[in-house]
């Protein structure tokens, strides 16, 4: 079946880094944009990044744009988020999805704090 695994994420201090994984299976992975979402108490689910096949474009929301790289290797059915710069208000519980998809990973939260 379907499935989308993620790991990393973690605490970090502001101004720190971390990077997301998501492994994808069960579908043709290198045919699919990816996504990272997030959502935070309170707040509407963000959309993060974005990557098409082969990995040539992305895009990215405003509040990560110049922090946030998304990278994919299609030969491992991997999509990644590495995070620098972190704020606190990216504090908040990270998605992996198959864009156009409701393929979803677990979720990751991702705490930014002193």
């Known amino acids: 079946q379907v499935q989308l695994v993620q790991s990393g994420g973690g605490v970090a201090q502001p101004g720190g880094s971390l990077t997301l994984t998501c492994s994808g299976s069960?579908?043709?992975?290198?045919?699919?944009?990816m996504r990272w979402y997030r959502r935070s108490p309170g707040k509407d689910r963000e959309m993060v990044a974005h990557?098409?096949?082969?990995?040539?474009?992305?895009r990215y929301a405003d509040s990560v744009k110049g922090r946030f790289t998304i990278s994919r290797d299609d030969a491992k059915n991997m999509v990644y988020l590495r995070m620098n710069s972190l704020k606190p208000e990216d504090t908040a519980t990270y998605y992996c999805?198959?864009?156009?998809?409701?393929?979803w990973g677990q979720g990751t939260q991702v705490t930014v704090s002193y």
């Open positions: 999805n198959a864009f156009l998809q409701n393929y």
């Open positions: 990557i098409s096949p082969p990995g040539t474009t992305t």
């Open positions: 069960g579908f043709t992975f290198r045919n699919y944009p």
